[in-house]
């Protein structure tokens, strides 16, 4: 019996470096002099938000895309204006990180993915 519980851990070890979770890094960066509010980040499979981002601050998200499609943003500006924009598409098992940088009238989304 011995040898097969060796083998049976052997082989969970072995596969276990592959067995990792592929996320996207989303950062929202306030590049503006004053601050953001109600940001809605929708991703391909799900949806977060941050209530306000103050000038000069970062918000990081990890999100794990579960399908294919554009990212999208919403936010209010200081004026309480609501802007809409689009970032890059992101697909299931994507990894790496979008730098979102927001001012009072646009966001500005780059992804850089991990081969």
Same mark, same amino acid.
């Not at 554009?70 to 309480?80: M, P, S, Y």
């Not at 009072?104 to 081969?115: N, P, S, T």
């Given at each position: 019996?011995?040898?097969?519980?060796?083998?049976?851990?052997?082989?969970? +070890?072995?596969?276990?470096? &592959?067995?990792?979770? =592929?996320?996207? =890094?989303?950062?929202?960066?306030? +590049?503006?002099?004053?601050?953001?509010?109600?940001?809605?980040?929708?991703?391909?499979?799900? +949806?977060? &938000?941050?209530? =306000?981002?103050?000038?000069?601050?970062?918000?990081?998200?990890?999100?794990?895309?579960?399908?294919? &499609?554009?990212?999208?943003?919403?936010?209010?500006?200081?004026?309480?204006?609501?802007?809409?924009?689009?970032?890059?598409?992101?697909?299931?098992? #994507?990894?790496?990180?979008?730098?979102?940088?927001? #001012?009072? &009238?646009?966001?500005?989304?780059?992804? =850089?993915?991990?081969?």
């Amino acid at each position: 019996m011995k040898p097969l519980n060796l083998c049976v851990i052997l082989a969970a +070890t072995l596969a276990l470096p &592959g067995c990792r979770s =592929r996320v996207v =890094r989303v950062n929202l960066i306030n +590049t503006s002099p004053q601050p953001l509010y109600t940001i809605v980040v929708d991703y391909p499979g799900a +949806t977060f &938000g941050v209530n =306000r981002l103050d000038p000069g601050k970062t918000y990081q998200y990890p999100i794990k895309p579960q399908e294919t &499609g554009v990212l999208k943003i919403q936010f209010a500006d200081a004026n309480g204006h609501t802007h809409n924009a689009s970032g890059p598409e992101l697909h299931q098992n #994507d990894e790496g990180a979008v730098e979102v940088k927001l #001012d009072q &009238g646009k966001a500005v989304a780059k992804l =850089r993915l991990l081969l």
